[in-house]
């Protein structure tokens, strides 16, 4: 995977993950130039899309669009599924997930792709295993506060 | 107030701003306290503040003052603070920035922690914004935790050593001994970073693909273990055992028993076994037959193997998904060529994609139906591709267009069904036609000769219903001018004759040269068809000569020569008017300059002062009685009245055949100011009983000609 884009009904931003070198000026041009193409499909077309010299794989979950830039030797279907489970990570970790979650939260958004996902391909193949690391990782983070405010993060 | 919430106020007040212009005045606040914060002394807010930033980057707006605070917080013993600090370096640094190097001994130091959270936060930063330069230093260390740490780190070390791989390929090395000794793990994440590192590995090195195929029997093995086991909770998805290990290790199959018999062998079996036990009604089982069809038809599998991969994506383009589909026409596309009577079973299948609602599906569909074009189905396909082009989206028209033109010429099974074809593209898409139909048509009909009158029926039918697709206009016009004569006769064995009078048929003819839709050329083509008919018909001369002589006026420069030259031949060439305008014959037709003529040129005498004299030869052919030479002035205006033309008589009638003797015809031209001139030269004879003419232009004369 080259970089995957997550950006709302009107094109806003909401979470990119860059696993190529390229300039900021470089990101905000394919950035923007995708999420105009990716807007402008209709609701029927198909979830892949050959965009310069790169697959696009795209889903649609309520008001988020999950963008995401493959190589040719990548296959799209299992993308998708790649996809879905970020999302049942998401809604698993902030309790039936919506837009607002990940606007609010976005670092942790961040973590948790960062738990699945590394350079670009899965780390791990066991939703459990991904959530269950996230967990420990949270309470980490907890204990090493220098304040004594204690949060749940787990809804 | 907790530092988190204090972010996610921010946010809020962000988000609440009306117009750009007061959130870019709340970012300029944030931003400058919390330039503020970075520079104090550590109070346990800085990493709130660099998460604060971060939201501000996303956004759009600058945020470099933050590298150096990534740098500061990774270094932190702190683990909230590291975690926010290596976020903010990967979406800060990238490679290209100096900053990046900072923070490689702290990724050194990171690597070797005693918490395996701090060591994952390491190698993720390192595997997904690492330079060549970090990878080279750090490699060793990578290699250390391939081969010695929990499977939790090593899944993690796998995929950061894919990262170093890309970025170094050399130090591939290092790592293929380790990334061996992974298969034999139980741990899912484990073996699919080990199996996505090989694949990296093999892809890059010759000699490590060699050493790899050795592994093939153990890939089989665990590939096995995943299609034929049991219900495994950990790992099912949509009733497929962990389909993403699955479709790495197909992958990696491919690779290894690419051009490899014996690699190819060992895993036939398992190919067939996937293929079958797969249930493909969910994306996850699709995904994995998808990668096992690539495998299949990229090694050297066996013909039932094969077919039955063709067979799976037969079942695709039938599958209510529509990915499925696409993904299905993209492989079928790649086979086409290689499998072709596989693939035709399924062309009811693709014929019925050409009317799925998405462009793409359709494109694909299109691309493969005219792939599998083939002299049995070329009646029943171009029916459906015709039908398709009526409501094809604009971008598919002209490939659409091309497509039809080059599969009728290979396969029309009789000329008329390839003239109706043509003749049925032009009027439903005629503007979306390349520009070489209109002479490809012309020609086509011109060889046709029983169905002259066919097509010159249908053509004029054409051509009073709507005048608007220029090609078709001017197809038409130039067959009413070679073949009027049989739409005049009113009767026609294949088709309802039209009974029409000489006027009509010039009256169509005018509509077209009047009409603000007709392009110069074709005017062109309409007024040589009003001419040509004056040799084809008896009533009503005076009024093509007046047609003729209005268009010598006419302000386009082409149209105007082409009226002159006209007048002229009623004028004072009026006994060479048959023989120029006479049916256009069988042979050597060449509409471009050049062809046999090209000898004009040859033997060119070079006298002092004013005069040229040119040389016709004609080898090869007999020139009959009706030898002419018809020449005229091509000119920037008007024919240059300084300049003047004297025809002298042929120095025979005859030209033998086989280059035995040539004719010459002597033509002065006077050109006493010196005017730059270009001529038109048209040769008229009779050549073993058909009339010829050929063309050719002269754009120079040789300088010291004058």
């Known amino acids: ?155 | 107030m907790s530092p988190s919430v204090r972010l996610q106020e921010m946010i809020r007040v962000i988000r609440g701003a009306r117009t750009q212009g007061e959130e870019r005045g709340v970012i300029q606040r944030e931003c400058a306290a919390i330039r503020a914060q970075f520079r104090q002394a550590d109070n346990g807010t800085r990493s709130h503040n660099l998460a604060k930033l971060l939201y501000v980057h996303m956004l759009g707006y600058p945020a470099h003052f933050g590298q150096m605070e990534c740098v500061r917080l990774i270094a932190s013993p702190r683990y909230n603070e590291k975690r926010v600090g290596y976020l903010g370096a990967m979406m800060l640094l990238d490679e290209k920035q100096d900053a990046s190097l900072l923070i490689t001994n702290s990724i050194k130091n990171d690597l070797s922690h005693s918490s395996q959270y701090v060591q994952s936060l390491a190698l993720c930063t390192l595997g997904c914004m690492g330079s060549a330069e970090m990878c080279r230093d750090l490699a060793p260390e990578i290699d250390r935790l391939l081969r010695a740490s929990n499977s939790y780190i090593k899944k993690k070390a796998a995929l950061c050593a894919v990262h170093i791989v890309r970025k170094v390929p050399e130090l591939g090395e290092l790592f293929t001994p380790a990334s061996r000794s992974l298969l034999s793990e139980k741990n899912h994440g484990v073996l699919h970073g080990a199996v996505v590192l090989i694949t990296e590995l093999c892809e890059r090195n010759p000699e490590t693909l060699e050493q790899f195929r050795k592994a093939v029997p153990e890939l089989v093995q665990i590939m096995k273990g995943l299609v034929m086991s049991g219900y495994s909770p950990e790992h099912n998805v949509a009733g497929i055992s962990d389909p993403f290990l699955q479709v790495r290790i197909l992958r990696l199959l491919r690779i290894l028993g690419r051009n490899n018999e014996t690699a190819s062998d060992a895993v036939n079996d398992l190919l067939a076994q996937v293929a079958t036990n797969t249930d493909s009604s969910k994306t996850a089982g699709s995904a994995v037959l998808y990668e096992t069809v690539l495998t299949v038809m990229d090694i050297k599998s066996e013909s039932g193997l094969r077919v039955l991969a063709v067979n799976i994506l037969g079942r695709f383009l039938l599958n209510n998904d529509r990915n499925i589909r696409y993904i299905s026409m993209t492989s079928l596309q790649k086979i086409v060529q290689t499998d072709h009577n596989a693939v035709q079973r399924h062309r009811g299948t693709i014929v019925d994609c050409l009317k799925d609602q998405d462009a793409s599906v359709k494109r694909r569909a299109l691309e493969l139906s005219l792939a599998l074009v083939s002299a049995v189905n070329i009646r029943s396909l171009m029916k459906e591709l015709l039908l398709f082009l009526s409501s094809c989206p604009p971008e598919l028209r002209a490939h659409t267009t091309s497509g039809i033109f080059n599969a009728a010429e290979r396969y029309a099974p009789s000329q008329r069904w390839h003239i109706d074809t043509i003749l049925h593209v032009l009027t439903t898409a005629g503007g979306d036609v390349r520009d070489e139909t209109v002479p490809n048509l012309i020609q086509l009909i011109t060889t046709a000769t029983e169905l002259h009158c066919y097509t010159v029926h249908k053509l004029y039918r054409a051509l009073i219903a709507d005048i608007s697709v220029q090609s078709l206009v001017q197809v038409a016009c130039w067959c009413i001018g070679e073949y009027g004569d049989l739409l005049l006769r009113g009767e026609c064995e294949e088709t309802e004759p039209v009974q029409v009078a000489e006027d009509d048929v010039l009256d169509a003819l005018e509509t077209v040269l009047q009409s603000h839709m007709s392009s110069p050329a074709t005017r062109g083509f309409a007024l040589t068809a009003t001419m040509k008919l004056s040799t084809r018909i008896t009533h009503n001369v005076d009024r093509i000569r007046s047609i003729v002589s209005i268009y010598g006026s006419c302000i386009d420069v082409e149209l105007q020569q082409r009226a002159v030259e006209y007048n002229a031949l009623f004028k004072k060439y009026d006994h060479m008017r048959y023989p120029a305008l006479s049916t256009t014959a069988l042979g050597p037709v060449s509409s471009t300059a050049g062809g046999d003529l090209l000898d004009l040129l040859g033997g060119l005498d070079v006298t002092p002062g004013e005069t040229r004299s040119y040389h016709v030869t004609r080898p090869g052919k007999t020139l009959g009685p009706n030898y002419r030479l018809f020449m005229t002035f091509v000119s920037h205006s008007h024919p240059p009245q300084s300049v003047q033309l004297q025809m002298k008589a042929p120095s025979g009638d005859v030209i033998p055949a086989h280059g035995l003797g040539q004719v010459t015809q002597t033509v002065l031209l006077n050109n006493p100011n010196k005017v730059s001139l270009k001529m038109r030269v048209r040769v008229c004879y009779t050549s073993q009983d058909f009339v010829c003419q050929d063309t050719v232009q002269i754009d120079s004369f040789p300088s010291p000609a004058w």
Not at chain 1, 15 to 37: A, F, G, H, M, N
Not at chain 1, 99 to 123: H, R, S, T, V
Request: proline letters at 2%; charged letters at 30%.
């Open chain 1, 1 to 155: 995977m080259q970089f995957m884009l997550l950006f709302s009904r009107q094109g806003k931003l909401r979470l990119q993950k860059w696993y190529v070198p390229l300039s900021d000026k470089e990101k905000k041009k394919i950035t923007r130039e995708l999420v105009q193409t990716v807007l402008a499909r209709k609701p029927k077309m198909c979830s892949f899309l050959e965009w310069r010299d790169l697959k696009v794989v795209y889903k649609r979950y309520a008001s988020l669009y999950f963008c995401c830039a493959i190589e040719n030797q990548d296959n799209e279907l299992i993308t998708l599924e790649i996809i879905h489970r970020y999302v049942e990570l998401l809604d698993k970790y902030f309790g039936s997930v919506c837009e607002l979650d990940i606007i609010f939260n976005f670092e942790k958004a961040y973590f948790i792709l960062d738990e699945f996902l590394l350079g670009g391909e899965a780390q791990d193949t066991s939703k459990k295993n991904v959530l269950k690391a996230i967990e420990q990782a949270d309470l980490l983070a907890e204990e090493n506060r220098p304040r004594q405010f204690f949060f749940s993060l787990l809804s």
